[in-house]
């Protein structure tokens, strides 16, 4: 399966960028292909004005969920970009543990560490039903220095996952675990406000043992904090569906207070919340 994927990328990378008028109406059709145009708007930059979006198709793959996009030391040919669905990266060590790197989603870029070698550092795989837009290196980089606009323009966008990771490994080093999983939600949250939906209630593609991989920390100590979480009233947890209910404090929160404090201040929470919904029936 993996080298038949293969297989098709190269295929699609060596006939993806220019194509006749009618050629691409029918791909286009089935939304197989996005122009150059598509693809600026899904890695939130502006398109480049000095290049014919029209005359530029990236063909779609897609990928089910478990199925690999491709695999640490595999030859490095492409990047891609989440259209659509959930995806993980990660390392594996000798004895096949793995260590999570990010969680990628709609406008994301997979398979830069592949830049530096010529193969990719990390494996990716679908978290879902996956639709990935393949951006073939060498195609791209013969465009960009045609077109050095276009070129800066994906430098941003590299240096923007940089920054991402840069900032995950600071938060690794600084935060307690709660708030490493407060933190983490959060980012979620805005994550799927950015795709247009809901920052309030959502679910966990991953899962708590994953969490606990990215987060540098252990699965019981992930679930033990969502429970902790949903007692104080700060989420509420249903199996793999988060509700957001109080995102300042969880952007603020550094430690979780003793379990018996806990118990105290949810009471209180109720208390309050009740008290609010009496003075709005009373001023209805």
Known sequence: MQSQQTTDQRTASTSTMHTTPMEAGRQRQGRLWSNLKEVCDLLHIPAAV????????????QFKTGQRVHTIGQAFDTLYIVNSGFLKTVLIDEFGNEQVLSFPMKGDMLGVDGIHTRHYASEAVALSDCDLILLP????????????????????????????EQAMIGMLG????????ARFLVSLADRFAAMGYSSKLFNLRMT??????????????????????????????DQRTIGIKDAEALKT???????????KAAGKKAEL?????DQMLATA
């Open 50 to 61: 000095s290049v014919n979006s029209e005359e530029l198709l990236f063909q779609h793959v």
């Open 208 to 237: 708590r043992h994953e969490i606990g991989s990215y987060l540098g920390l252990t699965l019981e100590t992930v679930s033990r904090t969502l429970s902790a979480f949903n007692e104080i009233g700060l989420i509420t947890v």
């Open 174 to 181: 600084a935060l307690s675990a709660e708030a490493r999983v």
């Open 253 to 263: 929160l550094r430690r979780l207070p003793p379990s018996r404090s806990r118990t």
């Open 137 to 164: 290196f060498k195609k791209l980089t013969a465009l960009g220095r045609v077109h050095m606009e276009l070129e800066n323009l994906m430098y941003g966008v590299m240096s923007r996952e940089l920054v991402r």
């Open 273 to 277: 919340d009740a008290a609010g919904d």
